[in-house]
Structure formats: C-alpha cells, structure tokens
C-alpha cells in the first residue's frame, strides 16, 4: 500500500493523502465538504483528493481559505446513484467520481479512499480496480460497534459484502478483523469470536463446527486469540473484540442493532417531552444525557472498511453528515498511517505459509466478472 | 385445542386452566410462585395447575391462602436443568416438572403450559408429548419484539426452534406468524415480511426469492398481507406486524437486540448517577424515566411461543421474575382464550386444501426420533 508519499501540494513531506468521493452521499457535497473541512483542523498531516463535479466543489471549497492549501480538487462529471446497479457501473462508471476515487488509490497517489456513495458499485469497482490480496476469496466490510471494551467499539465482520461465508471464508475474515482491530482500535492481541446461535460445540450450522476448529489452530499464526462460539448478545459486550459472521446474519444483526438503539433513544426523548418536570428535568440533565448521546452516537463508528483489496477503502453510511464524514476520513487516515493494508497482506501470507488448506486462486481472479453481490 | 372447560377447583365453570412447571427457571420456585399470585389477581377466569417439588411449593402456596383456591399443585420430583440434553429428557425425563406441565396440556386438562426451563428440552417434550399440526414441518418459536407500532410489539419467528428453514417452512411461519398476531397482538389481517439484507428482488440468499414469492401468492389464504422483503431495521418498525426468518438468523437478530437495548439503557443510566446534578435530575425525571423503562422493558415483552404443535407451550425466560413469569401466563391465557391453535390448524388446511406444493408427512411422523434441534 501507498504510505502516502504523494501528495497533491507540493512542499510538504510525510504527508497522508486520503482520496474522498464528493458525490452519491444522501446529503449532497456540502456535508462532504464540511467534513473535510473538520478533518483538515483536527489531522496536521491531512491532505486531500476530492473528486466530483466541479462546478458544484469549487464554490463549495473557494469559501473556506483554509481548505484551498490542503485539497486537490479533480473533476469527474459522472455520479453513481443509489439505484445504480454495481455491474452497470463496473461497465459504464469510468466517468464517475467514486470510480476516480478508488483509482487515486490504485496509482499510489492516496492512501485509502472514502466514499458514501452506493455499497454495492463501491465494492464493485474496489474489487475491479484494486484487486483482491492474494489468497482471499471473499473481500469482507467490518464495521464498529458499540461496546463495553475500554475502547468503546468492538469490530463486526461481514456485514454485507458476500451472503455466504466458508470456514475457510471466516477464517480470513478473523485475520482481517485481527489485523483492523490491531491497527483501528490499538488491541494487539485481539479476541475473536464466531457468531451462533449458542456456545456449545454442538450447536449451530453446518460448517460452522469446522471453521471453530480452523479458527482455533490458526489463531497463533493468524495474530489472534480465539474464543470460539459467541451469540447475538456478546456484539456489544466485552468478552470478544473481533465478531466473525457471514455477510447475510451481520448485516441483519447490525442493521437490528442501528434500530433498537434508534427505537430506545426515541422513547427516550419522547419521555423527556411529555411534561413540564420532564422537560426541566432534561434541561438540567442537558450534560449528561449530551454525554449519553455522544458515548451511543451511531456517527462515530460510521465506516464500513473494505478488507481484503490491495488498498483501504472506507464506505461512510449514505446519509452522513459532516460528523459522520469526518469520522470516516479519520478512520482512513488512522488505518493508512498504520499500514493495516500490509498487515493483512502479511497475516494472509503467514496463513497460507502455515499449510491453511485454502482455495488459494491467482490474485483477483474474479475481479470484473460480476461475481459480486455486495447487499 | 382442549377449551379450559376441565378444572382443577370443582364448582366453576368457563375457567381457563393453564399448566406451569414450577422448577429449572434461574430465579427458582419462588419466583414462578410470586408470578402465579400476580396472575391470579389480574384475570379472574385463570386456574393454575403447578407443577414442582411439592415440599418446596406448599410452604410458597402456603404463605397466600388467596393461592389455595386457584392453584391445584401436582407433584413431580424430577428437575430439567439448563445442561440436560434435550435427548437426554426425551428419554428420561418422565418424572420431571416439565413433562408433567406439557402433559396437562396433551391430556386436555390445561389449555396451555408455561415453563422457565431449558429451551432445548421443552421444545423436545413438546414436540414428543404434543406431536406437530398435520401439514408441519418445522415447529417454530416465536417471540414479541418492542417496536413503533400502535399495539407496542411485532412478532418475530422463528427466533430458535430450528438452524435452517426452506421456502415451504417459511410459508407455515408467515400463517403460524399471523395467526399469533392476529390471537395475541388483536391485528385482523397482519403484515408479514421476509427478513432479507435488502428490500429489492435480487438480494439475499438462495431460497429467500422463492420464499418471497410463494409467499405473495398465498397471502389471502394465509390470512395475511405480504409487503415482501425486509431489512433488519424493520424488526422494530411500524412497516410489519410480523418477521419471517429461519432460526439462525432470527437467534441472532433477537439476542443482538437485547444487547443492543441493554447497552443502551446502561449507558443511560451511568449519565444519570454520575455527578450531583444529574443525580437531582434523574431524581425529578424519576416518573418520565419509569415511563421510559415501562415501555421498553423486556419482561413485558416475555415468552417465547411454540407454534405448530397440538397446543399452546409458552417459553418464559430463563432469568425471569416475578413480572417476567406473569406477562408469560398472561400471554398464555389470551392465546387459549382466542384459540390459537385451531386458527392455525385451519389456516395450515387452507394452504394444504390451495394446493400448495409441501412436504405433508404424516402428522408427527418425526417426533420423537431426535430430529430436534432447538437452539
């Protein structure tokens, strides 16, 4: 992986160039800029590619002096929707933004790329573009979660990017998932856990018996510690660091998860409106139920990090906003400067090195052949 | 379904009777005791047959002679604990507490069972001792789920009973589904989904896109209305009254949930006990916080159903109280007042009698023949 050598101002050194897709998010480039804006004063050493229309950016930018110095602004007249099809765009996107996007990382010029555009297109034109590492079958997306760690957030994988998941699928995801939380969360030695339906060695799908055994004498050479079976409820607790799935049940767990949080903190404003005490009481409570919200804020663990590809690749939620668009910019500045992008790759090497019996394949084999079904 | 018309207290008519297994929940007789007392204040048609360790319940009965009058106690002086294997239970079990609650049922002395105990071991018994519907597959447990429609809850199934679930399953689950929204929840014609990782027809897994369409074709005869996929965001929403899922995923959304909703009000709670002014907040804020707690409190919500069997079996949790085990029997005691079962059996002929191409069987050709497999 680029370690962001590269930079598009020239005079500085040691920079970290980020690639952002201005376009395709639900709240327009605006919320992307302002984003940047707020990553820009938080990271030093932040430089920025944005790619999009450029008559909607320059007004954007030209009102902020402090931006100008730091952002690279490339214009791509394409935008990929929400509806568009990822094959449709793997064909015909070569005009995009976020296809532009992802290809600034390809040529070494940033560092990772963070889009909030379609999830789909994104890991189809990532896979297309970047290539997937040698020996991964399935690319994954990890996401944060809340959780009881001292850290505050556990990682989950996958959540979306294949439905289907072999034992020797989620023994590579917990190689991944080590290796982010290593690098994002500062854990050296993760635990990793494999979601069933209950802890005990008999209970579960078939093959999931199989990976258990995979996952436990891999787990040295794999850089983490193994904890075997976990359920539904240990995702937010402190037990694991690292939750191993498939895509179809941790898409459905984390999209279950975002909504009993969002119905519980509802009914909790909805508590604190009904009533003159209530509502002075939550005038006075302000800092601690601020505090509250801030611990549980679903946009600081926004990003989806793409694992598997020969480069990072951060997919923001689609209806971020700058909050949430900063957060993602900081995750990928914080994944390239600690190089999670070889970590993998070494990880994956020492697997295969160790006799994994793994369907190996030549390096991307399957990239552009619409093997992709990214939910 | 027997109709409650045997009693345990002879001189009354149009009594409910409803079995309880006193014994294997983690809170101990005591508790399903407190439970029963709660129960029998609040619906006066309700006869209990409790079944457990005589020497340890009469002094619990003892203690309210309100008791003595409603509640027949039946001595059983064998205990499922939570380790036993379900196997195990089939095969030895007929001198405990458990066996003897879900016989009350099979021999028509009771209306429905309510039991604290291993999960496994229950859903073993019932299927063993009740036998399946005609027509049925796969048995099914289904549970309420806190959401934002008017009645407060949505039903999800199935959230355990089996690991895989074809297309045919998925059908009985949407009328079984129905059914119990329709007795429990007072919904005329109930709103089922399929959960998916995404709501157009080409997502998901193999399997789920032909489930989605056999169920849109025998929605009117199901007695319900298909609005097709849905995501794991929907479980709490208002767009369904009913989740369809196989018992893997469903495990895993339901225990994620929990979690979830226990991490949130967790969180909730440190804010309000850290500092003096928060502390007089919450004291202030006490009424609206209980209201809050009340209407997001998983005991209200307790009690998982098995569907598909000759009768009604309502799972209580395992760490239930007091309230836990009165929410169980009142949920039982509605769903023997409404019939439950006979407009499942009647629905299920509907779809057989439509034409609908399943696997009938025999009816309960596989009890009994370890096939169980709950999780």
């Not at 555009?117 to 970047?130: E, K, P």
């Not at 359920?231 to 898409?251: A, K, Q, R, Y």
């Not at 694992?307 to 390239?336: E, F, M, N």
Request: hydrophobic share 45%.
């Amino acid at each position: 992986m680029s370690s962001g050598s590269n930079t598009p101002v020239a005079g500085k050194t040691a920079r970290i160039v980020i690639s952002v897709d201005a376009m395709g998010g639900d709240k327009g480039p605006a919320a992307v800029v302002a984003g940047i804006s707020d990553s820009i004063r938080r990271l030093p050493d932040l430089d920025i590619i944005l790619h999009g229309d450029e008559s909607v950016l320059r007004p954007l930018l030209g009102s902020e002096p402090a931006l100008a110095a730091r952002v690279a602004l490339r214009h791509s007249a394409g935008v990929v929707t929400m509806e568009d099809k990822p094959a449709q765009v793997m064909r015909h996107g070569q005009d995009t933004s976020m296809w532009a996007a992802i290809n600034s990382v390809r040529d070494g010029e940033a560092a990772a790329a963070v889009s909030c555009g379609n999830t789909g297109a994104l890991m189809a034109v990532s896979m297309l573009r970047l290539r997937k590492l040698p020996g991964i079958n399935r690319p994954a997306i990890a996401c944060l979660w809340p959780s009881r760690n001292p850290g505050g957030f556990n990682v989950m994988l996958d959540v979306g990017a294949d439905v289907k998941a072999d034992p020797s699928d989620l023994l590579q995801y917990a190689v991944m998932g080590a290796a982010y939380a290593a690098n994002g969360l500062s854990i050296p030695r993760p635990r990793v856990g494999l979601l069933n339906v209950g802890t005990e060695d008999h209970k579960g799908r078939a093959g999931l018996k199989e990976a258990n055994e995979i996952l436990a004498a891999q787990a040295t050479t794999g850089g983490f510690t193994h904890v075997g079976f976990i359920e539904g409820g240990d995702i937010p607790g402190s037990s694991v660091d690292v939750i191993v799935t498939d895509g179809f049940t941790g898409n459905v767990a984390l999209k279950t998860g975002e909504g009993t949080a969002k119905l519980v903190t509802d009914r909790l404003r909805e508590a604190f409106t009904t009533g003159v005490v209530a509502k002075f009481a939550a005038l006075l409570a302000m800092r601690s139920l601020k505090r509250f919200q801030h611990r549980i804020d679903p946009r600081r663990a926004n990003g989806g990090v793409f694992l598997g590809l020969k480069g990072t690749v951060v997919k923001s939620h689609g209806g971020s906003d700058a909050t949430g668009i900063a957060a993602a910019i900081g995750l990928a500045h914080r994944l390239a400067v600690t190089g999670l992008t070889d970590r993998i790759a070494a990880r994956l090497a020492s697997i295969e090195a160790a006799g994994q019996d793994s369907r190996s394949g030549a390096p991307g084999e399957d990239a552009g052949t619409g093997s992709v079904s990214s939910v």
